[in-house]
Nanobody
Framework: VQLQASGGGFVQAGGSLRLSCEASGIASNSYYRMGWYRQALGKRREEIACISSSDDSTKYLESVKGRFTISRDSASKTIYLQMDNLEPDDTAIYYC??????????????????WGQGIRVTVPS
């Protein structure tokens, strides 16, 4: 399984960005959950959003609720993170993560089996 992430960049406060992450290699009869983590300089990595393939349920970190939206395209096993009203505190390296198995999985992605490459998001103060 591989995760290919894209998006990110530099945006002024209040702006928007969208991240994408495509999973390849997950069997068609597998359940999976995928999410986005971020790590700011000097801070630990934290999960900010997750979506489950079982029922499209989602889970968000409190600080991004109402500003970030996670969604997925089941056909391509791609997840998206729409980030609106970005704040300087959102500046971080963002990582997508996934795990998968043959029974239903719910969020959060507690122990990811695979990580995508980091994507830098910068929101200057």
């Amino acid at each position: 399984v591989q995760l290919q992430a894209s998006g990110g960049g530099f945006v002024q406060a209040g702006g928007s960005l969208r991240l994408s992450c495509e999973a390849s290699g997950i069997a068609s009869n597998s359940y999976y959950r995928m999410g986005w983590y971020r790590q700011a300089l000097g801070k630990r990595r934290e999960e900010i959003a997750c979506i489950s393939s079982s029922d499209d349920s989602t889970k968000y970190l409190e600080s991004v609720k109402g500003r970030f939206t996670i969604s997925r395209d089941s056909a391509s096993k791609t997840i998206y993170l729409q980030m609106d009203n970005l704040e300087p505190d959102d500046t971080a390296i963002y990582y997508c993560a996934a795990d998968w198995t043959y029974y239903e999985l719910k969020c959060p992605v507690v122990n990811p089996r695979m990580w995508g490459q980091g994507i830098r998001v910068t929101v200057p103060s």
